[in-house]
């Protein structure tokens, strides 16, 4: 089966710019993650779709983030504006169930000058 | 709550020793898994312990997990230069389905 897609790789944009990111998950998985890393520190959670709806959105940082869903498949998680400190790799994972089994994406690596 | 915190944060070893990375947490899991980022890029996950088991191998590669102490710890024998990365750990809790990380250890094989 094919993984976790995620694009761009790599992403550079000017701060205030928008960026948008897509995964697109393991075929029938309907548990799809963001998490990010940034500044070589700890990888954190940023939300969590059950198919279309957000189970947990806790962890995004602020409502320059935006994540959808749309129609259970592919996820985009929007940046808007970029800021400086929202350069790291950004993570994306999927799973067929809720616990376990996780298979994440080569991420994107967002720098913002 | 900080949970899944590693030490060292960085280690740098010989090729052909061991590394050994330790990773400590604080809620209730349901399992531990270990995984490594090359060069800040996609992370892989290398083996998954569940809260029953006590140690697990794969390869090279040697998990125990002490649930009494809440800690884990991820055994690389025979190093190579190939696994110089950012070695996670991450757990699940058995409130929810998302994964809390630690800061990761630099792990540096030199030649």
């Known amino acids: 089966e094919a993984g976790v897609t995620q694009f761009p790789s790599h992403s550079v944009i000017e701060k205030g710019q928008t960026v948008t990111l897509r995964c697109d998950p393991i075929?029938?998985?309907?548990?799809l993650y963001w998490y990010r890393r940034v500044m070589g520190k700890e990888i954190k959670f940023l939300l969590h779709?059950?198919?279309?709806?957000?189970?947990?959105e806790s962890g995004m940082p602020n409502n320059r983030f935006l994540a959808e869903r749309t129609g259970g498949t592919y996820s985009t998680l929007k940046v808007q504006p970029a800021e400086l400190e929202d350069s790291g790799v950004y993570f994306c994972?999927?799973?067929?169930?809720?616990?376990?089994?996780?298979?994440f994406g080569s991420g994107t690596r967002l720098t913002v000058v | 709550s900080q949970q899944g915190e590693e030490d060292p944060q960085a280690l740098s070893i010989q090729e052909g020793e061991n590394a050994t990375m330790n990773c400590s947490y604080k809620t209730s899991i349901n399992n531990l898994q270990w995984y490594r980022q090359n060069s800040g890029r996609g992370l892989v996950h290398l083996i998954l312990i569940r809260s029953n088991e006590r140690e697990k191998h794969s390869g090279r590669l040697r998990v125990t997990l002490d649930t009494s102490k809440k800690s884990s710890s991820l055994l690389i024998t025979a190093s190579r230069a190939a696994d110089t990365a950012s070695y996670f750990c991450a757990t699940d809790s058995t409130s929810g389905s998302r994964l809390t990380f630690g800061e990761g250890t630099q792990l540096t094989v030199n030649p």
């Open positions: 779709f059950v198919k279309e709806s957000k189970q947990d």
């Open positions: 075929s029938g998985h309907d548990n």
């Open positions: 994972a999927s799973s067929r169930a809720v616990v376990g089994g996780y298979t």
